[in-house]
């Protein structure tokens, strides 16, 4: 019994450290990619990789920051997003999804993925 009960208790710890890594702190000399390298490269674990998705990023911070959406090294898109803002961004397949902080001080993000109607 006991050990059901700790096998329950690690099953819903390491759910809380997924949901946990869904938010990033930025600091004001740190790009960072969300998404669109890979795994092992990606902050973020996407669901949709390698199709279309939306990104949903929430700045939770208390200073705005910059999305940057890029193909190839080729920048695309750059949206600015304000303290409490949500932005859903389009990304399309092989496009990589980018946090880049505000050079005034620490910014705050959470990012989500959910999947693009066809």
Request: hydrophobic residues 40%; without cysteine; glycine residues 8%.
């Amino acid at each position: 019994m006991k050990t059901i009960i700790l096998v329950i208790s690690l099953v819903f710890a390491v759910q809380l450290e997924v949901i946990a890594q869904t938010e990033f702190v930025l600091e004001p000399s740190q790009s960072m990619i969300m998404t669109g390298k890979g795994p092992g490269q990606d902050g973020t674990i996407n669901p949709y990789i390698g199709q279309d998705f939306i990104a949903i990023v929430k700045n939770i911070g208390k200073r705005k920051f910059s999305i940057r959406v890029q193909e190839n090294g080729k920048i695309i898109e750059e949206i600015p997003i304000l303290k409490g803002d949500i932005k859903k961004v389009k990304l399309l397949k092989g496009y990589e999804l980018y946090l880049d902080p505000n050079p005034k001080g620490i910014a705050k993000a959470s990012v989500d993925y959910e999947k693009m109607d066809e």
